[in-house]
T-cell receptor
Framework: GAVVSQHPSRVICKSGTSVKIECRSLDFQATTMFWYRQFPKQSLMLMAT?????????EQGVEKDKFLINHASLTLSTLTVTSAHPEDSSFYICSASGGRSYGYTFGSGTRLTVV | AQSVTQLDSQVPVFEEAPVELRCNYS??????LFWYVQYPNQGLQLLLK??????LVKGINGFEAEFNKSQTSFHLRKPSVHISDTAEYFC??????????FGTGTRLQVFP
């Protein structure tokens, strides 16, 4: 089946630094990738949608200059949290889709802790 | 705009008992519906999905769900649960875009 690899699984960084999270579709070409944020005991909040070769579409309230998304190829999307602060600490999950009826495959998530 | 409601935030149940996790959606057009399971500190795993055709959908781990268009529901069921089914379950809907919108989740707790 479809596999999405997300790295790192955990990262601790100092306040003010930037962190990059990678999301790769290993055995299929993802026309669209999605980035979610999940707070403890809560649902997934869609942050942005990215299509290969074009700018990401951010959901209302998500700072695009803080959460930089790059979708350079059909198998790789990256999320960079710039100038991270403790309030950015969260669980970030990516998802890749080969099309709406094809389905959505999720990465295993990244636990970001900003100290 | 589409939305998903999972009325039960927590569902406690004893092992080998049946369980139903409720999901209702609102949409003015045809939708695709999904159920995902999430174990602690992990991503989401697809249990089953409804795209079209038969309204009764069978998924992995013995789960099934029934699409009811008139009641705009997509409830998840399992006739006999195991301890290992303890997890967070999310219902999700996709309308006419690629976006997947999630419900707030239901915590299924299975007791021995």
């Amino acid at each position: 089946g479809a596999v999405v690899s997300q790295h790192p699984s955990r990262v601790i960084c100092k306040s003010g630094t930037s962190v990059k999270i990678e999301c790769r579709s290993l055995d299929f070409q993802a026309t669209t990738m999605f980035w979610y944020r999940q707070f403890p005991k809560q649902s997934l909040m869609l942050m942005a949608t990215s299509n290969e070769g074009s700018k990401a579409t951010y959901e209302q309230g998500v700072e695009k200059d803080k959460f930089l998304i790059n979708h350079a190829s059909l198998t790789l999307s990256t999320l960079t949290v710039t100038s991270a602060h403790p309030e950015d600490s969260s669980f970030y999950i990516c998802s890749a889709s080969g099309g709406r009826s094809y389905g959505y495959t999720f990465g295993s998530g990244t636990r970001l802790t900003v100290v | 705009a589409q939305s998903v409601t999972q009325l039960d935030s927590q569902v406690p149940v004893f092992e080998e008992a049946p369980v139903e996790l409720r999901c209702n959606y609102s949409s003015s057009v045809s939708v695709y519906l999904f159920w995902y399971v999430q174990y602690p500190n992990q991503g989401l795993q697809l249990l089953l999905k409804y795209l079209s055709g038969s309204t009764l959908v069978k998924g992995i781990n013995g789960f099934e769900a029934e699409f009811n268009k008139s009641q705009t529901s997509f409830h998840l069921r399992k006739p006999s649960v195991h301890i290992s089914d303890t997890a967070e379950y999310f219902c999700a809907v996709s309308e006419d875009t690629d976006k997947l919108i999630f419900g707030t989740g239901t915590r299924l707790q299975v007791f021995p």
